[in-house]
């Protein structure tokens, strides 16, 4: 299957849900206490290895446990692209709507490094993920929508097409209306940062 396909809802099958219950719900928030000082070791380890994957459990935890939300968002800002993992574009997608109310461009950067890249040469690749872009424009966060548009214009300019093929991509890709978003690449004081903030 192609990394660019979605994955199935996890959050239909309640079994997926219950083998974190034992561990989150014999943890509490202390508030007042910033990022992972806040919450047990136990819950801590879960959220370093839910981040570490392709983020389908993540949010779906977080659906449940959302007053997990604002930690995690802020540990995004020290999850350096240690993973060999994509993200799965739709649980990205929804972890940045959740995320929406502690945005910092570090914890959006870190986010989008996790999404499927795209090669120049993947033109099967590229024709699904054009789909799939117009398909979900209305459901995905723009900020993922515009990553990508921007992303296949970038490389059709690159890519050896025959004319009547960059001609066909071209109209595909201009019918996703461009939206502005989050200024996430703007430099701040840990944008050049490259080392996970835990191991």
């Given at each position: 299957m192609?990394?660019?396909s979605?994955?199935?809802?996890?959050?239909?099958?309640?079994?997926?849900i219950?083998?974190?219950?034992?561990?989150?719900?014999?943890?509490s928030?202390?508030?007042?206490?910033?990022?992972?000082?806040?919450?047990?070791?136990?819950t801590?380890?879960?959220f370093?290895?839910?981040?570490?994957?392709?983020?389908?459990?993540?949010?779906?935890?977080?659906?449940h446990?959302p007053?997990?939300i604002?930690a995690?968002?802020e540990?995004?800002?020290y999850?350096?692209?240690?993973?060999?993992?994509?993200a799965?574009?739709d649980?990205?997608?929804?972890?940045?709507?959740?995320?929406e109310?502690?945005?910092t461009?570090?914890?959006v950067?870190?986010v989008?490094?996790k999404?499927?890249?795209?090669?120049?040469?993947?033109?099967?690749?590229?024709?699904?993920?054009?789909?799939r872009?117009?398909?979900?424009q209305?459901?995905w966060?723009p900020i993922?929508?515009?990553?990508y548009r921007?992303?296949i214009?970038?490389l059709i300019?690159?890519?050896?097409?025959?004319p009547?093929?960059?001609?066909?991509?071209e109209?595909?890709?201009?019918?996703?209306?461009?939206?502005i978003?989050?200024?996430?690449?703007?430099?701040?004081?840990?944008?050049?940062l490259d080392?996970?903030?835990?191991n």
């Open positions: 192609s990394s660019f979605s994955s199935a809802r996890l959050l239909t099958d309640i079994s997926e219950d083998q974190y219950r034992r561990i989150l719900d014999k943890d928030v202390k508030s007042g206490e910033p990022h992972w000082a806040s919450m047990g070791k136990n801590i380890t879960l370093q290895v839910l981040i570490d994957q392709d983020l389908t459990h993540l949010v779906m935890v977080l659906r446990y007053k997990y604002e995690v968002c540990h995004f800002r999850a350096y692209s240690y993973s060999e993992n994509s799965d574009i649980a990205a997608s929804e972890l940045l709507e959740m995320g109310p502690y945005f461009r570090q914890f950067r870190n989008m490094r999404l499927p890249r795209l090669e120049v040469n993947d033109r099967d690749a590229l024709q699904e993920l054009i789909e872009i117009n398909t979900n209305h459901t966060h993922i929508t515009m990553h921007a992303t214009k970038s300019n690159q890519a050896a097409l025959h009547l093929q960059r001609i066909v991509l109209k595909k890709i201009a019918s996703i209306r461009e939206a978003t989050y200024d996430y690449e703007a430099n701040d004081r840990d944008s050049n080392i996970p903030y835990m």
